[in-house]
């Protein structure tokens, strides 16, 4: 099942800091994040695996809430080079599912 | 650094014709996907091979759709016939191993599809 993201798009001023959320209805064993630029391959940007956890390089970071089967994508001090389409993508606790994407969060950064 | 090729970065075909959609993984990867992703939409997998097996080919449209990875390096995508509704951007990516979960997907650059 496709996980939820929100919000579907943000804009911010140079800067500024932002939050992109995924939830999943399904017990996860991971999720992934990617940025995507537009008629670009998705990057790779972190794994998260259940039991819960923080990542972080540089000003982006991630949390996994695993009692809520959310994650977190914080983007601080946000540069114009992070603009793109955030997705993020979700395999399920139960058995060899394959990573499901979430329909992805446009931000845009603006000088 | 290693990455993912595909080829060709740009196809554009008439429908009912066949097209063909090529990709090199990076080198030891033993698992291999080609996903379709519509414009505005996340990457939806199409199919995943484990060296030269397929693993999970259920979201293949196997009427007109068919992959291969003949010596498990690199693949080929095929449609036939191609349809308007096939107009896509296609990834290849791959990862390290598979089965454990949590493995990283690299993705190549893609081979953006459009049927006229």
């Known amino acids: 099942q496709q996980p939820v993201q929100s919000p579907q798009a943000v804009i911010l001023r140079e800067g500024e800091d932002a939050v992109i959320n995924c939830s999943s209805s399904k017990a996860l064993y991971s999720v992934h994040w990617y940025r995507q630029k537009h008629g670009e391959a998705p990057i790779f940007l972190m794994i998260?695996?259940?039991?819960?956890e923080q990542k972080g390089h540089d000003k982006i970071s991630a949390s996994f809430n695993e009692k809520k089967q959310q994650s977190s994508l914080y983007l601080t001090a946000s540069q114009l080079s992070y603009s793109g389409t955030y997705f993020c993508g979700t395999e399920a606790l139960s058995g060899n599912t394959p990573l499901v994407f979430g329909k992805g969060t446009r931000l845009s950064v603006i000088a | 650094e290693a990455e993912v090729a595909q080829s060709p970065r740009y196809k554009i075909t008439e429908k009912s014709q066949a097209v063909a959609f090529w990709c090199d993984p990076i080198s030891g990867h033993a698992t291999l996907y080609w996903y379709r992703q519509i414009l505005g939409q996340g990457p939806e997998l199409l199919v995943q091979f484990q060296d030269e097996s397929v693993v999970d080919d259920s979201q293949l449209p196997k009427d007109r759709f068919s992959a291969e990875r003949l010596k498990g390096v690199d693949s080929t995508l095929k449609i036939q016939p191609a349809e308007l509704g096939d107009s896509a951007m296609y990834l290849c990516?791959?990862?390290?191993?598979?089965?454990?979960?949590?493995?990283?997907?690299?993705f190549g650059p893609g081979t953006r599809l459009l049927v006229l």
């Open positions: 990516a791959s990862s390290a191993t598979a089965g454990a979960g949590g493995e990283t997907q690299y």
């Open positions: 998260l695996l259940k039991g819960g």
